[in-house]
């Protein structure tokens, strides 16, 4: 079965500094993986996603992730931290054991503070 | 383009008292529908999800119910709510390739 574990509940980091939120999957089949931000009282925003395509994966507003398959992890980073990141983030992996119900899994999520 | 609608937006409801909340899609059909709740602290617990008209799969047992009367409807329910029932309550729909998040339901039972 798969499961998704964010390491780390809260991260904060200073305005400019390195964002790197911690992910880390198991899965028995090539996963597909996922990074979903929430703003506070909205839904969730797909950041990026793997698909078995190219291991570094570009997504919006900066962010990208690494798929490292050694490691089972996909972190997500961003090089300079801006205030508007500051949000709860979701890494989250494709539910196969059940075909062709688009389920994910979701790990707990890891808020992200930016501190001016 | 696709868009997912939820509403109410926020609801103060007295414990005991019944529960509808509605989500519909627009701009896809056939879409794969679920419903998430966020409680307070807590990261996202799938609740139900549909593969069709009908077709409802409780993932977890609950004081809660779900139908899809339509393609792109899906209804959340509750004959009587409890506190625990308290939460951010969200619709997703899904294309086989990832899911799209509608704006959610604060729900606050007293």
């Known amino acids: 079965a798969q499961s998704v574990t964010q390491l780390g509940s809260h991260v904060s980091v200073s305005e400019g500094a390195l964002v790197l939120l911690r992910c880390n999957y198991s899965?028995?089949?090539?996963?597909?993986l996922f990074w979903y931000v929430q703003y506070p009282n909205q839904g969730l925003q797909l950041l990026l996603k793997?698909?078995?395509?190219?291991?570094l994966v570009k997504g919006i507003n900066g962010f990208e992730a690494e798929f490292k398959k050694s490691e089972t992890s996909f972190h997500l980073t961003k090089p300079s931290a801006h205030m508007s990141d500051a949000a709860e983030y979701f890494c989250?992996?494709?539910?196969?054991?059940?075909?062709?119900?688009?389920?994910?899994?979701f790990g707990q999520g890891t808020t992200l503070q930016v501190k001016p | 383009s696709q868009t997912i609608h939820q509403w109410p937006a926020t609801l103060v409801q007295p414990v005991g008292s019944p529960l509808s909340l509605e989500c519909t899609v627009e701009?896809?059909?056939?879409?794969?529908l679920y419903w998430y709740r966020q409680a307070a602290g807590r990261g996202l617990q799938l609740l139900f999800y549909?593969?069709?008209?009908?077709?409802i799969s409780s993932e977890v047992p609950q004081n809660l119910s779900a139908s899809r009367p339509q393609d792109r409807q899906f209804i959340l329910s509750s004959k009587k709510l409890l506190l625990s029932d308290s939460g951010f309550y969200l619709c997703?729909?899904?294309?086989?390739?990832?899911?799209?998040f509608g704006p959610g339901t604060r729900l606050t039972v007293l």
């Open positions: 997703a729909w899904s294309d086989q390739r990832h899911q799209f």
């Open positions: 899965s028995s089949v090539p996963p597909y």
């Open positions: 793997y698909t078995s395509a190219a291991t």
């Open positions: 989250a992996v494709s539910d196969t054991s059940s075909s062709n119900t688009g389920k994910l899994i």
């Open positions: 701009g896809t059909s056939n879409p794969n």
């Open positions: 549909s593969v069709g008209i009908g077709q």
